[in-house]
Structures are given as C-alpha cells and as structure tokens.
C-alpha cells in the first residue's frame, strides 16, 4: 500500500472552544512498536473529547496535539511486532487522542477487529460506549439478571449501548430521556419504563415502577444535585456508577444516606480499565458476538465533516444529539 506523506488533521494548539479547532497539514504518523498505523473512515465524538480540548479532562496531552479518542478505518501499516494483523483489515480503535486526522496510529491492545456488518460509522460509535457500559454494569457493577438498571442521557451513545447490553443481561431498564422524541427511540431499544428527566415526580415514579423499592444501579453522567437524587432512587444494597458528571455541578451528600442503605458509590473511568489485557479480552469476547448476530447495534447520530468538527462540538453541547455524533475525513 502507497502511503502519502502528509494528511489532513484537526490541530488544538491552546485549549478552549470549538474555536481552537484548526485545520491543519500534517505528516503522516509512523506506528511504534506494538502499535498500526490506521487509514480513518469515521470518528465518534464524546463528551471527553471537548473537555480535552478545553484542558479540562483527567490526562491531558501536551500542545499542540490532535484530538479524538475513538475511531474506525483500515489498517494501513503494521509497527514493529505485530503480527496478528493485517494490511487492510478493518477495526475499531480506542486511544487517548489523534483521531481527528484522515490517519491516526493505535496500540493493538486498543483495537477491535470489525464483524462485517458493522459500517464504518457504526465502528466509530462502538469502542468508548460500547466498553465503557458493559464495564460499569458488569465488571464493576457486578450486575444480575432480573435486576433494575436506571439509565440517565438514555438517548446518547452511551445510554443507548447501556440499555442494549442490560437486556441482553437480562435486567429491567428504565430509560431517562429529555423529550419524548428520544422516549421513541429508547422504547424502540427495549427499554421497559422510559421516562423525561424533566418531570418534578421524577424520583416518586422511578420508585414507583419499582414497587418503592427502589432501584439496583443507576447509570450516573449528569452530576450535580441529580446524583444526589440517583442515591435517592436506590434500593438496598443498591449501587450508583458514575460514568461522568455533564452538569459540573458539585454534589452534597450525607454519608449516612449510602450506610442507611448499605449503598454503594463506584466511579467509571475507561482509560485506566483499557490497561488491562484481562478486562478488555473478557469485554470483547462478551461484545463482539452480540455485535456479529445484530443482537445489539450500535445507534448513528448526526454526521460531520472533519473540517466542520466545530460545528459537531456546537451541536453535543446543545443537547439535542441521539446516538453518537460522527466525523469523517
């Protein structure tokens, strides 16, 4: 395969806005050791990805770098030692950044090879939600069949892989969604309760459907006052994972509050999880045979050019996204 020397990418050399994205001509990465050098056919933006740009996520790569986490394409070149690929087969890959570029490099141990009926854009909407929901319901949130899962944002990319892989799971999920536009496509995914996150009874009909009991997880991204509220939809021996906090908002909460209902609190971050060869095989093994059957799909959003990748931060911010919003090269 001929390569060329220099590719289109989005560049952030200050952090801040949808502003800082400039494009940009860049050379052409070269894969380390371990790693591929990847042709990029479509990329899924998160949340993370804007709070990279504004230097507000947990790492944070130096300047100027090219953002974007996930991404699919074909691989176009092989690093030293690895050989359990090949040039031209398609995958999905998970990485702390370069993304935003018509090529991007990935350490093998975050790819993902593709079930043919996977699209592109369908690739590209699968790594960071797909891993990160099964890690919180399963791995760390050690959920059970015939259990309640509460799932907040349940319309998003990474609400609709979590209510896909809990029936697959076998739980009962309750799908929290800001219009009833969104409610559609929830129930469409087989969510059992779908209800607006607006309602002031919002947590007496979450008990409610729950026989006021309460509920065994809840799946939290919005932060602030609403985790208080999420601990409040608990029941006993509950647990509240927190996925992200969308809200900046600061919670207040009584410690007695989680004894009284020997409850638990367990933060959800990926990067760290992907580390572990162990992990990620066992969430692979329990994925990709779902994905290959079409027993869950991945749900396409809104599609951007890459040199629109402003504009594609200017409609996540405004809420109104369903799926996972996609930028192609």
Do not use: C
């Amino acid at each position: 395969m001929t390569l060329p020397s220099t590719m289109k990418a989005i560049q952030v050399s200050k952090f801040g806005g949808p502003e800082v994205l400039e494009s940009i001509e860049l050379p052409l990465p070269h894969p380390r050791a371990g790693q591929v050098l990847i042709k990029v056919e479509a990329i899924g933006l998160n949340f993370a990805d804007m709070l990279n740009v504004a230097g507000r996520y947990f790492t944070q790569p130096p300047l100027p770098f090219v953002p974007g986490m996930e991404f699919s394409g074909t691989v176009a070149a092989l690093g030293e030692g690895v050989t359990h690929l090949e040039i031209g087969q398609r995958v999905a890959a998970l990485g702390g950044s370069g993304a935003f570029a018509e090529y991007a490099t990935a350490h093998t141990a975050g790819l993902l090879p593709l079930p043919s009926s996977l699209s592109a854009r369908e690739a590209a909407a699968l790594p960071i939600s797909y891993y990160t929901a099964y890690f919180a319901l399963k791995t760390l949130g050690h959920a059970k069949a015939g259990e309640t899962v509460l799932v907040q944002a349940a319309a998003g990319a990474l609400g609709t892989a979590s209510i896909q892989l809990a029936k697959q799971m076998g739980l009962k999920v309750i799908a929290l969604a800001s219009s009833e536009s969104k409610l559609e496509l929830t129930r469409s995914l087989g969510a059992d309760v779908n209800l607006l996150n607006g309602r002031a009874d919002l947590l007496e009909a979450v008990l409610e459907t729950s026989g006021g009991e309460g509920v065994d997880i809840v799946l939290e991204v919005v932060g602030g006052e609403k985790f208080v509220q999420s601990v409040g939809m608990l029941r006993s021996q509950g647990r509240v994972m927190v996925i992200g906090s969308a809200s900046g908002g600061t919670a207040h909460l009584d410690p007695l509050t989680l004894m009284g209902k020997n409850a638990t609190v367990t933060g959800v971050w990926l990067t760290p999880l992907t580390g572990n060869a162990d992990l990620m095989r066992e969430a692979g093994e329990y994925l990709i045979p779902l994905l290959s059957s079409g027993k869950v799909k991945p749900q396409v959003g809104e599609i951007f050019t890459l040199e629109n990748a402003g504009k594609a931060f200017e409609f996540m911010s405004s809420r109104a996204s369903v799926g996972k919003i996609i930028i192609e090269p």
